[in-house]
């Protein structure tokens, strides 16, 4: 089974502070994506890159930023953090970018920002 | 800008009662893939429909997707705890084959 694993399960932070985020998949996919999940807005898609040093915007890529050097890790960075990135973070890894093929997630981190 | 909506946003149902939530998209979708997350878990793939007018079940669950190929549903026949959780929607962009995800609909089982 694939393997996605978020470095933290929760994660309290004060405003203005630089997070990151880590994510780690164990079987060789290409893409890899971060999403956050408030309640009522479903998933909405940060960042997400196709390979290695390869990144694309997604929908809501304001207040971060995301760094791919190795295949298997895709880091998440809040550059000063806010109390409006409040919320749960999803990174997920996907074998290829074709149509069809499926998301696996990691277990997710809370992000708590006082 | 492309869109897939997802009703209702919550279900409250007996244990035994079924249970059903629907997606629209605003665009005619490649296919259509079904994820649930349990209660302090993380979505997990449930299945993927490409054809126009598919029916695949999954023992209790019976997926559905439109003969336009924009719109799906999800049924699942007396339901039970294990059920429990929120059942999203999700459809390739066009442009990128990135996933457009519904809001999800929260199944509850009323005590």
């Known amino acids: 089974d694939v393997k996605v694993t978020q470095s933290s399960r929760y994660l309290v932070k004060r405003t203005g502070e630089k997070v990151f985020l880590e994510c780690v998949q164990d079987?060789?996919?290409?893409?890899m994506f971060w999403y956050r999940q408030d309640p009522g807005l479903g998933l909405r898609l940060i960042y997400f890159s196709y390979d290695v040093k390869m990144k694309e915007k997604g929908d809501i890529p304001e207040g971060y930023s995301v760094s791919r050097e190795k295949k298997e890790r895709f880091s998440l960075i809040l550059e000063s953090a806010s109390t409006n990135q409040t919320s749960m973070y999803l990174c997920?890894?996907?074998?290829?970018?074709?149509?069809?093929?499926?998301?696996?997630f990691g277990s997710g981190t809370q992000l708590s920002v006082l | 800008g492309q869109q897939v909506m997802q009703i209702p946003q919550y279900q409250h149902v007996q244990e035994g009662e079924d249970f059903t939530t629907y997606c629209n998209s605003s665009?005619?979708?490649?296919?259509i893939q079904w994820y649930k997350q349990r209660p302090g878990g993380h979505p997990v793939f449930l299945i993927q429909?490409?054809?126009s007018g598919e029916v695949k079940k999954q023992k209790r669950l019976t997926f559905q997707f439109g003969e336009a190929k924009k719109n799906s549903s999800l049924h699942i026949t007396a339901t039970q705890t294990t059920d429990v959780g929120t059942y999203f929607c999700a459809g390739p962009k066009a442009s990128n084959y990135q996933l457009i995800w519904g809001a999800g609909t929260k199944l509850i089982i009323k005590p």
């Open positions: 079987m060789d996919h290409e893409n």
């Open positions: 429909l490409v054809k």
């Open positions: 665009t005619t979708l490649s296919n």
């Open positions: 997920a890894s996907r074998r290829r970018s074709t149509v069809g093929e499926k998301l696996f």
